[in-house]
């Protein structure tokens, strides 16, 4: 069995990067409308973490025990973009680094990993409900990766940087797994927890990151208004499509 879940997280979420990849071949077309795949992730992250992650987390764990836990992701994010602004403006003497993008990237990464959580309890049900997890998980990943990789290049990191940085925070999925699989009884049954937290962490960066970005940046206008919510109705269609 292990082998199945660890194949499949696999497949779950390093595969999903096809999106971003895609996206990459046209570099320069890429950066051109960064701006709208900054868009496109702020809608897709407020869609995961409404419709998705926190349902799933109150279902799981019951609201008086998910609603601590969805402030700690946002405050957990708060706290790990000032020590990113610290630590940049401290060793080189300047402030104008991008701290959004390093938190989409954490807040990735504890998507990805209770994804791998989800497969590997998957798994244990039956092999059918492990290949279905997993083709959620593939379908959900892609509209997130697509805006993640968006959110990366807009701030200003190269095509090589934004490959590898994504590549690393989607090892993260067969990280859980192995460690859902390895500590299952214990970690079942915070999985609702868990959740909480990545939607906490998934709201506070397209709110007070993501956003603001489009109302500063020159350009923000109508199309952008679409890509936002093109990015949600992309969680929405594939939530309807492969329901977790």
């Known amino acids: ?18 999106g971003g990849v895609l996206l990459l071949w046209k570099e320069q077309l890429a950066r051109r409308f960064s701006l709208t795949l900054v868009s496109f992730a702020a809608g897709s992250l407020i869609a995961a973490a409404f419709l998705e992650l926190i349902p799933e987390s109150i279902n799981e764990a019951g609201y008086a025990a998910a609603a601590p836990f969805l402030m700690v992701g946002i405050f957990a994010v708060f706290i790990f973009e000032k020590f990113l602004n610290w630590y940049h403006c401290h060793d080189q003497g300047k402030c104008d680094y991008h701290s959004f ?21 998957s798994f244990t049900v039956s092999v059918p409900a492990g290949i279905a997890t997993t083709v959620a998980v593939f379908f959900h990943e892609v509209p997130q990766e697509i805006g ?35 500590l299952l009884p214990w970690i079942a ?46 969680i929405v269609a594939v939530g309807l499509l492969f329901p977790e």
């Open 1 to 18: 069995m292990f082998l199945e879940i660890l194949g499949a997280s696999l497949v779950g979420s390093v595969f999903a990067l096809v």
């Open 101 to 121: 993008s390093g938190a989409v990237l954490f807040g990735d990464s504890i998507h990805n990993f209770i994804d791998g959580i989800a497969i590997a309890l």
């Open 148 to 182: 993640d990789f968006g959110v990366l290049l807009h701030a200003g990191y190269t095509r090589s940087r934004v490959l590898l940085l994504n590549f690393l925070t989607a090892l993260t999925t067969p990280l859980g797994a192995i460690i859902g699989f390895l």
């Open 189 to 234: 049954p915070v999985t609702g927890l868990l959740l909480a937290f990545a939607a906490g962490s998934f709201l506070y960066i397209a709110i007070s990151d993501l956003l603001p970005e489009l109302r500063h940046k020159p350009g923000a206008d109508l199309g952008h208004m679409f890509a936002l919510f093109l990015g949600i109705a992309a």
